[in-house]
């Protein structure tokens, strides 16, 4: 029987740390605050927006909603960006992907100033990474760490597979774990023999998008399985890409969907709004 990793638990205590240095910040006069941009009207987006807003509240950040309409111009797009990037009362700047398709999402990426970039998908952050010289980590690899770290599990030397090579969770992640001295395989649609490399994983990080793919067959007894997919099952039911039912039983620790990954993305975007307003303000 596996421990299950508390996503909410660990999320709630990382969003009380933040919030209590936002309070102190405000003492200094300083008013954490983030924006955030959705185009258009796609319903997933909307409820990925409300949350972080929830959150920004729960964190006593101020945010700032920039609600635009589907038919938004890349020009009017970039301005606002232009207009946000220089605001100094805006510390952090956030556009929900995906855009509506006329619009260039790697223009946008490009356009929000590094500094701001709290979800470090710009090319000068993503190069930090790459260094392990960064201010900011993308928001879902660094809540996986701070998940393993929750469970005081060594990664020191332990064989790790990441599954999913995304720029946004697989690629970061496997930096992340390579920086923690793990050493690393990173698995794709084109990996021959993923159950074979997957089964000799220490800690196995599923990030592939598909719906309950890994089961107990790819999982070595004992592993930390880490679960990143957000699916919907044959009946429409929240889940990932994690067959949990039949993995649980061989792992010795796991994360559930929900509850798991999924509370530590928004967690860790508060963490680098408050840390983009303590380097925008030299604290
Ligand atoms: P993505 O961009 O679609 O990437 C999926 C990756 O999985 C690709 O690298 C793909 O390989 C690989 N893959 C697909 N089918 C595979 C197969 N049969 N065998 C092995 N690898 C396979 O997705 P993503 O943005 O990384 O997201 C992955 C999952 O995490 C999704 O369910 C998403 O909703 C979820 N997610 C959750 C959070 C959170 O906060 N919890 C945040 C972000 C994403 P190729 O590169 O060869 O195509």
Known sequence: MAQIIDGKAVSMSVKQRVKD??????????EVCLAVIIVGDDSASRVYVNNKKKACEACGIKSEEYALPAQTTQQELMD???????RKDVNGILCQLPLPKHLDEKMVIDAISPEKDVDAFHPFNVGGIMIGDY??????????MELIKSTCYDLKGKNCVVIG????VGKPMAM?????D????VCHSKTVDLKAIASK???LVAAIGKAKFVNADYVKEGAVVIDVGMDRDENGKLCGDVDFDSVE??????????GGVGPMTIAMLMQNTLRAAKQQNNI
Do not use: H, M, W
């Not at 309070?23 to 300083?30: F, N, T």
């Not at 201010?135 to 996986?144: E, F, I, Q, S």
């Open 182 to 185: 793990a050493t690393v395989t």
């Open 165 to 168: 090579r995304s720029n946004i």
């Open 201 to 203: 994983a220490d800690v």
């Open 135 to 144: 201010t900011y980590l993308p928001c879902t690899p660094a809540g996986v």
């Open 21 to 30: 240095e936002v309070a102190l910040l405000k003492e200094k006069g300083v």
């Open 176 to 180: 992340l774990l390579l920086q923690a």
């Open 249 to 258: 039983p061989k792992a010795s620790f796991i994360t559930p969907v929900p």
């Open 80 to 86: 606002l960006i232009d207009e946000l990037n220089a």
